[in-house]
């Protein structure tokens, strides 16, 4: 079996001693000579970038804005992300189906997933039967209070929760 890939001295792209460097490497040959491909850092990362998922300032002023029992919903991971919903009923019913208070357009969430209930201050968030369940701070339950900065999975969505 013999290595149809050229690879680049050390000496020239600077790689560890035993690492190959691949920001330049040649294909096998094709019809009209090798291809050069060529793979470039990221760059700097984008300042709006946050891999922890944490709120923008529009957020956290949005969240000293509500109402008292009130509440919001953040999407911080998956489709949407940057999206909010305002919990202010006494029940919010969340999932795919397109009555859903929450409507979240995607297969791993179920036509009608999760709905937030009232409670006391806050709201509590129960599973109503969903097929993939419904995630608190990554632990799966039927039903739960909601804390603040508790994070909320629905499918693919990951919400973080603030009421006020």
């Known amino acids: 079996m013999s290595d ?3 690879r680049p001295e050390n000496d020239e792209t600077g790689a560890p001693e035993g690492q190959e460097d691949l920001t330049r490497r040649s294909l ?5 000579g090798p ?4 793979f ?3 760059g700097e990362i984008p300042e709006a970038f946050d891999p922890d998922g944490g709120l923008s300032a529009e957020d956290e002023a949005t969240i000293g804005a509500l109402r008292h029992g009130t509440a919001l919903l953040v999407v911080v991971r998956g489709p949407n992300n940057g ?29 009608r997933h999760a709905v937030f209930v009232r409670d006391g201050n806050g709201y509590a968030v129960k599973d109503v039967g969903s097929l993939n369940g419904t995630y608190v701070n990554r632990a799966s ?13 629905i ?10």
């Open 4 to 6: 149809e890939h050229e």
């Open 141 to 153: 339950v039927d039903a739960a209070v909601l804390r603040n900065g508790d994070e909320v999975q």
């Open 83 to 111: 999206a909010r919903f305002l919990l202010d009923d006494a029940e919010v019913t969340s999932g795919r189906h397109p009555e859903s208070d929450i409507f979240l357009d995607d297969v791993t969430v179920s036509r």
């Open 155 to 164: 499918g693919k969505y990951r919400f973080l929760y603030y009421s006020r």
């Open 40 to 42: 470039r850092g990221l």
């Open 35 to 38: 291809t050069t491909m060529r």
């Open 28 to 32: 096998p040959s094709r019809p009209g």
